[in-house]
């Protein structure tokens, strides 16, 4: 089993950028695709970033498309969000999942393992 743990949230204004990275252990990390989910309270967990085993393909929810980037270091296990131009309905608390498979995966249900979550705050 894989262990995920996300790191790099905070409080930001909005227009400024954070950058989101998620360690993962116990696992082969470059068997999983890696995606990035964030949640509000009250609401669903909602599809951010998703990118394959090897980097080779990535894809993202249209409301963060065009200031958002995934990307992955298999060497360090890590998968990165870069999140630039930031709004306040970017505001949640950011989630990174990771799912044994060739695919990307957009829907939370697909990924079995998850990390503990980290706060992003955009001030208006």
């Known amino acids: 089993q894989v262990q995920l743990v996300e790191s790099g949230g905070g409080l930001v204004q909005a227009g400024g950028s954070l950058r989101l990275s998620c360690a993962a252990s116990?696992?082969?990390?470059?068997?999983?695709?890696m995606g990035w989910f964030r949640q509000v309270p009250g609401k669903e967990r909602e599809f951010v970033a998703t990118?394959?085993?090897?980097?080779?393909?990535?894809d993202y929810a249209d409301s963060v498309k065009g200031r958002f980037t995934i990307s992955r270091d298999n060497a360090k296990n890590t998968v990165y969000l870069q999140m630039n131009s930031l709004k306040p309905e970017d505001t949640a608390v950011y989630y990174c999942?990771?799912?044994?498979?060739?695919?990307?995966?957009?829907?939370?249900?697909?990924?079995?393992?998850w990390g503990q979550g980290t706060q992003v705050t955009v001030s208006s």
């Open positions: 116990g696992g082969i990390f470059s068997n999983y695709a």
């Open positions: 999942a990771a799912e044994p498979t060739v695919w990307m995966p957009r829907i939370a249900r697909e990924y079995d393992y």
């Open positions: 990118i394959k085993w090897n980097g080779g393909s990535t």
